[in-house]
């Protein structure tokens, strides 16, 4: 009887350790998650400059004295251009929405959204 008392709690210990291990597991997801969310930078609005159609990069004026450079891919998503990144070409003055990722120093555009000027 004693031997089957003492292996009763060493599976219950065993099984409390199991479940604080599974817990610390599971709280140490969400701040992997919060530190992803956190090198995703906010959108950027301004009136794009120029365009590159050779370097597939674009220049945008967020504020007055003050341009981002951004880059594009085949997968960019770009709403409201005629013909997607070649339509962009004509487009400087519109304003624009740049979705973005940062990849080292480069600002990779993963979606940009054209409200043509009026």
Do not use: C, W
Not at 11 to 24: D, E, F, N, Q
Not at 103 to 115: D, F, L, P, Q, Y
Request: charged share 20%; net charge neutral.
């Amino acid at each position: 009887m004693n031997v089957v008392i003492r292996t009763g709690l060493a599976l219950a210990i065993a099984g409390s350790m199991i479940g604080v291990g599974s817990a610390a597991a599971q709280q140490s997801q969400p701040p992997q998650q919060e530190q992803q969310r956190a090198k995703t930078p906010e959108p950027v609005t301004g009136e794009l400059v120029s365009l590159d159609a050779t370097a597939r990069t674009l220049v945008v004026k967020t504020a007055p004295d003050k341009e981002m450079k951004f880059s594009y891919t085949d997968t960019t998503e770009i709403l409201g251009a005629d013909k997607g990144a070649s339509g962009l070409a004509t487009m400087n003055g519109a304003s624009v929405i740049v979705h973005y990722d940062v990849h080292g120093t480069a600002n990779v555009a993963t979606k940009i959204e054209i409200t043509p000027k009026k």
